[in-house]
């Protein structure tokens, strides 16, 4: 069964502190991993695809990478501006349907 | 990128009723997606709503509970029927692959709490 897991669940960071965030997936064939971020109240917003392991892509302060197993989202130098939630999801080859995990919750402290 | 909106934003219902949200999109787009977000788990995909076709509910949802319309390639509705306290969630809209863009778009939810 193809399955997302995310961790930690909950991340407090001081302004300045560099981290990562983990997203672990089975999928039986990987089309694609993207993460999302979602502020309360607000439906979720496209950050990055990543489509084979090696692969990495950078925005701003954040850059994701991938591998067979898991994908990180390191985040260097955070500001408050950046506390959301995290999602990660999967697409398996041959379907549209993408499975998310339960994400991580960010708080970045002034 | 789309723009995507919903109506209601939220909403608090009485149990046995059923509420309608609506999801507009400033696009045309083939495949619209509906999900639940319970609170502190991740998005759930209830169905997905092609224009022409039977919506496809995914297990453990069904048409009886979730009829969806799709009556054209910009606007979708999901209605929640018969609601209970347990229906209490947040429901999002989704549309996919603009313009060969492989990103998913997503409305800013529809909060349903049920009395």
């Known amino acids: 069964e193809d399955q997302v897991t995310q961790s930690p669940e909950a991340l407090r960071l001081q302004e300045g502190e560099s981290s990562s965030l983990n997203c672990s997936y089975t999928?039986?064939?990987?089309?694609?991993l993207f993460w999302y971020r979602q502020d309360p109240g607000k439906g979720p917003e496209f950050l990055f695809t990543?489509?084979?392991a090696g692969e990495e892509k950078e925005k701003e302060r954040l850059k994701a990478t991938l591998t067979k197993k898991e994908s990180f989202l390191h985040i260097t130098a955070p500001k408050p501006e950046d506390s959301a939630t995290y999602l990660c999801?999967?697409?398996?080859?041959?379907?549209?349907?993408?499975?998310f995990g339960t994400g991580t919750r960010l708080k970045v402290l002034a | 990128s789309a723009v995507i909106s919903q109506k209601p934003s939220r909403d608090i219902c009485q149990r046995g009723t059923s509420l309608t949200i609506q999801c507009q999109v400033d696009?045309?787009?083939?495949?619209m997606f509906w999900y639940r977000q319970q609170p502190g788990q991740s998005l759930t995909l209830i169905a997905t709503?092609?224009?022409?076709?039977?919506?496809?509910?995914e297990s453990g949802f069904v048409i009886d509970k979730f009829p969806i319309s799709r009556p054209n390639l910009t606007f979708s509705t999901l209605t929640v029927s018969n609601m209970s306290p347990e229906d209490s969630s947040i429901y999002l809209c989704?549309?996919?692959?603009?313009?060969?863009?492989?990103?998913?778009?997503f409305g800013p939810g529809t909060r349903l709490t049920v009395l």
């Open positions: 999801a999967v697409q398996a080859s041959g379907t549209y349907k993408y499975i």
């Open positions: 696009s045309q787009v083939t495949m």
């Open positions: 999928v039986s064939g990987l089309r694609g």
């Open positions: 709503a092609n224009q022409g076709s039977e919506a496809t509910y």
């Open positions: 989704s549309v996919d692959g603009l313009a060969g863009v492989d990103e998913q778009f």
């Open positions: 990543l489509y084979s």
